[in-house]
């Protein structure tokens, strides 16, 4: 976690009247300062009004290039809270401490698609949820999506229930492998997407409007997903369901399990 972090509003002695502290259109309902720092506060770079969102940018892009200099030839590999456009070059991000809830779980999926738009394209939730304790039906579900984030990683807080798939039982054993076992057959593809990510900017996980631009039945849909241009991941993500309806856009589409054909007029 690298955000900055003050127990104070800006300073024990204050901040200075300045439209940097009090700005015409202030964002949401806390001050700039609220637990940071005074925005005319000087940075190497300039006033921390300016710069307080490259915090991240500037930590994740030494960091790089120490870790290219202790291990060259190596590629770094940096995991970030904190994040802001244009860091995707020099790191990973994740969400942040969700909740292990059915909610958190739904709204990991936009989440993933916005940091990709963002390009920060090797992004992931804490699969299973952060915080609280998880259950068995909840973490089954999540892991079968999660093994479809970039970044795939079952995390939790201290304290809370083992969320391990060994430690939940065999149905999360048994959910966990089967997605975890297409996700390492599909390595090669989801490396290729990176490399394409890297090489010419474009989205690993992606909204489905981003390759049926024309289908306006695309435009709204948030609880699917595609890797690239040919896959399509359609999760359960309903309390109870055993049973998904999902879109599929004009085209011929292949289901992974039994290699069915689907031939859809969206």
């Known amino acids: ?3 900055i972090s003050n127990f104070l509003d800006g300073s024990d002695k ?9 700005p015409r ?28 969102n490259l915090y991240s940018t500037y930590e994740s892009h030494v960091t790089h290039k120490a870790l290219q200099k202790i291990r060259p030839g190596k590629r770094p590999f940096i995991l970030s809270r904190s994040t802001f456009s244009g ?25 993933i698609l916005d940091f990709n738009v963002f390009g920060i394209p090797f992004v992931g939730a804490d699969i299973c949820g952060f915080r609280d304790s998880t259950t068995e039906e909840l973490c089954a579900r999540w892991m079968s999506l999660g093994a479809f984030y970039p970044f795939s990683r079952n995390h939790n807080t201290e304290g809370a229930r083992d969320q391990d798939p060994a430690a939940l039982g ?16 599909l390595i090669p ?26 289908d306006t039945k695309t435009y709204t849909i948030e609880t699917q997903f595609m890797w690239g241009s040919h896959i399509l991941i359609i999760p359960v993500l309903q309390q109870g369901a055993t049973s998904v309806n999902g ?20």
């Open 87 to 111: 860091q995707g070059q020099y790191g990973t991000h994740w969400t942040g401490d969700v909740d292990s809830s059915w909610d958190d779980f739904k709204f990991s999926i936009p989440s």
């Open 25 to 52: 259109y202030e964002p949401g309902y806390l001050t700039l300062r609220k637990n940071s720092v005074c925005m005319t506060a000087k940075t190497f770079a300039g006033n921390y009004y300016d710069t307080h």
């Open 14 to 22: 204050g901040c200075p009247d300045s439209p940097l502290e009090n």
């Open 170 to 185: 065999p149905k999360v054993l048994s959910a966990s492998k089967k997605a975890l076992d297409i996700r390492y057959t």
């Open 1 to 3: 976690m690298n955000e």
């Open 247 to 266: 879109y599929l856009p004009e085209g011929r589409w292949w289901t992974w399990n039994t290699t069915s054909l689907l031939n859809s007029r969206g």
């Open 189 to 214: 593809h989801l490396y290729t997407l990176f490399y394409r990510a890297h090489n010419f900017g474009e989205t690993v996980a992606r909204p489905l409007f981003f390759n049926f631009p024309k």
